[in-house]
């Protein structure tokens, strides 16, 4: 991201966990999005070379499908675990955990 409170332009990479990491280890932080929905929402983890080869199969090229895996494969490993403050130096606003948010935009998600 770029810092525009400088002179000059500055790149800078944040990381946006707040509130809660949603690592594979917290995963049923998905239970507080279907309570906040009224219906059930159910994590089924997919083995990396599924995801890989479902890519494939949608057409994804390969520098993607690359990318992605590598991705999958750190976060199914804990990367991005760690809750962060970026997105209250970024915005100034608080972060909301996933109940919170899920309750905010029910009806995005379909909840009647």
Not at 12 to 21: H, I, V
Request: proline letters at 4%.
């Amino acid at each position: 991201m770029w810092d525009c409170g400088r002179q000059k332009p500055r790149w800078k990479s944040r990381s946006t966990q707040n509130l809660e990491a949603l690592g594979a280890a917290k995963i049923l932080a998905w239970a507080a999005l279907g309570e906040a929905l009224g219906k059930p929402v159910k994590y089924l983890p997919v083995p990396v070379a599924a995801m890989v080869e479902s890519l494939a199969k949608m057409g994804l090229d390969d520098h993607n499908q690359v990318a992605l895996r590598d991705y999958f494969t750190a976060y199914s490993r804990g990367w991005e675990s760690q809750v962060t403050s970026a997105v209250q130096d970024l915005t100034g606003i608080e972060a909301r955990g996933i109940a919170e948010f899920a309750r905010d935009h029910a009806a995005a998600f379909g909840k009647r």
